[in-house]
C-alpha cells in the first residue's frame, strides 16, 4: 500500500484514537459500576479498544457494501457482504469474554459508540472505499498484536482467549489478501 500523505495522517490519528482508550477506562468507568474485573485496567482498555475497532470495521464493511455502484458493482456488494457477516461470530465471542473478565459495563452502549466514531472518522479521511476498507483490517491486524502481547505480558491469557484471537488473526488476513485482490494485487 502506498503512504501518501493522506494515509500517513491517518495512520498517525490510529495511534492517537490507540491512546484515547486508556483514558475512557482508566479503571473508574469499572469502579463506579462495582464490576469486579479479573484483569488489570490495561488489559480493559486494549479489550476495548480491539472491541469497538471491529464493529467500526463491520460498520465500515457493511455501509461500503450499500453504497458501491458501478460496472463491479455485484462482485463488489457480495464480497463486502461475506467480509462483514463474517465478523459477526467473532465480535459476539469478543464481547462476551469481556463481559466475563471485566463486567457487564464492559460492552455499555455509549462509550462502545463513541469509540466507534473514532475510527470511522479517521477512516473518513479516505474516500476509496477498498483503501478504507483497507484502512480496518490494517489496524485489526495491528491491534490483533498488540491485544495478544498485552494479555500475555500481564499473565492473564487464558487458552480460549488465545483461540480467539488466533482464529480472528486467520480470518483477517484472508480478508486482507482479498481487499488486495480487489485493489488489483497491491500491498
Ligand atoms: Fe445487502
Known amino acids: 500500500m502506498s503512504s501518501s500523505p493522506e494515509r500517513q495522517t ?23 459500576k462495582g464490576a469486579k474485573g479479573r484483569v488489570s485496567d490495561t488489559v480493559a482498555a486494549q ?67 463513541q469509540g466507534m466514531a473514532r475510527w470511522l472518522t479517521a477512516w473518513a479521511q479516505e474516500a476509496e472505499p477498498f483503501h478504507r476498507a483497507m484502512l480496518g483490517e490494517q489496524a485489526i491486524q495491528e491491534e490483533l498484536q498488540r491485544t495478544y502481547d498485552t494479555i500475555k505480558a500481564g499473565g ?16 483477517h488476513e484472508k480478508a486482507v489478501y482479498l481487499l488486495q485482490q480487489r485493489l488489483g494485487g497491491r500491498r
Request: glycine share 10%; net charge negative.
Open 47 to 113: 479489550l476495548l479498544t480491539l472491541y469497538t475497532l471491529l464493529l467500526a470495521q463491520h460498520r465500515n464493511l457493511w455501509s461500503t457494501h450499500n453504497q458501491v455502484m458501478g460496472s463491479t458493482y455485484y462482485g463488489d456488494h457480495l464480497l463486502l457482504e461475506r467480509l462483514y457477516t463474517s465478523m459477526t461470530e467473532e465480535i459476539d465471542d469478543l464481547a462476551e469474554r469481556m463481559v466475563a473478565w471485566i463486567g457487564p459495563g464492559a460492552v455499555d452502549n455509549v462509550p462502545v459508540v
Open 156 to 171: 492473564q491469557m487464558s487458552l480460549g482467549m488465545d483461540d480467539l484471537l488466533m482464529g480472528m488473526a486467520n480470518e
Open 10 to 32: 491517518t495512520m498517525l490519528a490510529h495511534e492517537d484514537i490507540r491512546q484515547s482508550f486508556g483514558g475512557i477506562y482508566g479503571g473508574s468507568l469499572y469502579g463506579a
